[in-house]
C-alpha cells in the first residue's frame, strides 16, 4: 500500500510539475487539461448571472474579474494537486497516517515549516518539496510579468486607436475622422501599424490564452472591436477604391484574417496564402456577395451618413461599393462575430449581436465645419 502509494505520488508530482512548466513556460497553444478547465469552469460561473446585469457598462465591470480570478484559482489549484502529491510521498516513506502526511507536505509546500521530518526519507522529500513550492511561487509571479507586459503592449495601440476609431471603435469613423485630420490613406489606419499589433496580439494570446479574457482598462475598448473597427475600415477603402490597392492594406486584411483562424483553432499556419487569393477574388470579382456580410441596409446607411458627415469622397456606385464591401467582408465576420459573443466584447455598430442582448453603443460622430 505504501510502496503503490509512494509511486502514485512521484508520478503526480512529475506530471503537476510539467503542468506548471507548460501552463507558464513553454509556449503552448491551448495548454495543459488543468488551466482550460479553470478557465472555462470560471467563465462559466461568470457569464451565468450576466442575464441579470441590465447595462453593459456593469457587465462589463463583472467580468473584469474573470481572468484574474481564473489566475488565481490555477495556482491554488496547482499548489493543492502538489500538497497531495507530495503528500502520498511521504505517506510512502513514513509510517504517518495519510492525514498527518498532508500535514506535514503542506507544511512544507507554503514554506511554513511547523511540522518536522520523521525519517530520512521524509527529510529527503521536505527538501524537495519546499524547493517546489519555491518555484512555483516565482514561475507564476514570471508569468503575471509577461502577461502584464503583452497586456500593455495590445493596449497601448487601441488607445491610440480612439482618436480615430472613437469609442467604441467603428470602421467607418476611422475614415472619417481620417479624412477630417487630413491624415493620407495609409494613415487611416496606419496599416503598418495595426499588421504589427495583430500579429503580436497572435503571438501573445496563442502563448497566454487567458489574456483573451483581460478586458480593457477602458469599458468602451476591446481588442476584437479594435480589430474588426480595422478591418472594415479597410475593407471600405479597398471597396471605395479598387483600382488602387494599397499592398498594405491587403496584407493586414490577410493578418488579421489568419490570426482569427489561428485563435479559434481553425488552422495552425501563419502563413497562408489562400486567405490573400480568396480577398483578392473578392476585391476583383463582380459578383454578388454570398451572404449580407452580417450588415443590414439600415446598418450600411448608418455607416454612409457618419462618411457623408464629413464630406469624405465617396464612389459614385455606391451600390457596387457595398456589394464589394460585404464580399470582403465575408470572409472574416463570422470569426470575428464568435469572438465578439463569445467575449462579450463591447456592443459597437458593425460587430453582431451579443447574449445576454444589449443595446448598440454608437462612437461620437466627427463632423467637418460645414456640418457642425
Known amino acids: 500500500m505504501r510502496v503503490a502509494s509512494l509511486i502514485l505520488g512521484i508520478v503526480l508530482t512529475v506530471w503537476t510539475v510539467l503542468a506548471v512548466i507548460q501552463a507558464m513556460l513553454i509556449p503552448s497553444g491551448p495548454g495543459p487539461l488543468i488551466t482550460r478547465v479553470v478557465g472555462r469552469c470560471v467563465r462559466v460561473m461568470a457569464y451565468a448571472p450576466l442575464a441579470m446585469i441590465r447595462t453593459y457598462s456593469r457587465q462589463n465591470k463583472w467580468l473584469a474579474g474573470v481572468a484574474p480570478i481564473s489566475l488565481l484559482i490555477q495556482l491554488v489549484v496547482y499548489l493543492t494537486i502538489l500538497i497531495f502529491t507530495t503528500g502520498l510521498i511521504v505517506f510512502g516513506t513514513t509510517d504517518l497516517t495519510f492525514i498527518n502526511s498532508l500535514y506535514q507536505s503542506g507544511s512544507t509546500l507554503t514554506t511554513l515549516g511547523i511540522v518536522e521530518p520523521v525519517n530520512v526519507a521524509s527529510t529527503i522529500t521536505t527538501f524537495i518539496a519546499a524547493f517546489l513550492g519555491l518555484v512555483v511561487i516565482a514561475i507564476f509571479i514570471g508569468y503575471l510579468m509577461a502577461i502584464y507586459g503583452a497586456l500593455v503592449s495590445r493596449e497601448s495601440q487601441m488607445?491610440?486607436?480612439?482618436?480615430l476609431a472613437g469609442e467604441p471603435a467603428w470602421g467607418p469613423q476611422i475614415l472619417a475622422r481620417?479624412?477630417?485630420?487630413?491624415?493620407?490613406?495609409?494613415?487611416?489606419?496606419?496599416?503598418?501599424?495595426?499588421?504589427?499589433?495583430?500579429?503580436?496580439?497572435?503571438l501573445n494570446q496563442r502563448v497566454n490564452p487567458i489574456l483573451s479574457d483581460f478586458r480593457s482598462t477602458a469599458e468602451l475598448r476591446h481588442w476584437v472591436i479594435a480589430m474588426l473597427a480595422v478591418m472594415d475600415a479597410t475593407a471600405l477603402r479597398i471597396s471605395f477604391?479598387?483600382?488602387?490597392?494599397d499592398p498594405d492594406a491587403l496584407q493586414?486584411?490577410?493578418?488579421?484574417?489568419?490570426?482569427?483562424?489561428?485563435?479559434?483553432?481553425?488552422?495552425?499556419?501563419?502563413?497562408?496564402?489562400?486567405?490573400?487569393?480568396?480577398?483578392?477574388?473578392?476585391i476583383t470579382s463582380d459578383s454578388k456577395s454570398p451572404t449580407d456580410g452580417g450588415l443590414s441596409s439600415d446598418e450600411w446607411h448608418a455607416g454612409i451618413n457618419?462618411?457623408?458627415?464629413?464630406n469624405y469622397p465617396l464612389p459614385i456606385d455606391l451600390d457596387a461599393a457595398r456589394e464589394r464591401f460585404l464580399t470582403i467582408r465575408h470572409i472574416y465576420i463570422d470569426q470575428i462575430y464568435a469572438f465578439a459573443k463569445q467575449l462579450h466584447a463591447v456592443p459597437a455598430p458593425w460587430s453582431g449581436t451579443r447574449t445576454p442582448a444589449v443595446d448598440t453603443i454608437w462612437p461620437e460622430l466627427a463632423r467637418s465645419q460645414e456640418t457642425r
Not at 479624412?179 to 499589433?197: C, E, F, K, M
Open 159 to 163: 488607445a491610440r486607436l480612439s482618436i
Open 178 to 202: 481620417g479624412h477630417v485630420l487630413g491624415l493620407p490613406a495609409n494613415q487611416a489606419p496606419r496599416y503598418s501599424d495595426w499588421i504589427d499589433w495583430t500579429c503580436d496580439v497572435r
Open 241 to 245: 477604391d479598387p483600382e488602387h490597392v
Open 252 to 282: 493586414l486584411l490577410v493578418e488579421c484574417c489568419v490570426t482569427l483562424s489561428i485563435l479559434d483553432g481553425s488552422t495552425t499556419h501563419a502563413h497562408n496564402w489562400g486567405k490573400q487569393d480568396e480577398i483578392r477574388r473578392a
Open 306 to 310: 457618419a462618411l457623408q458627415l464629413v
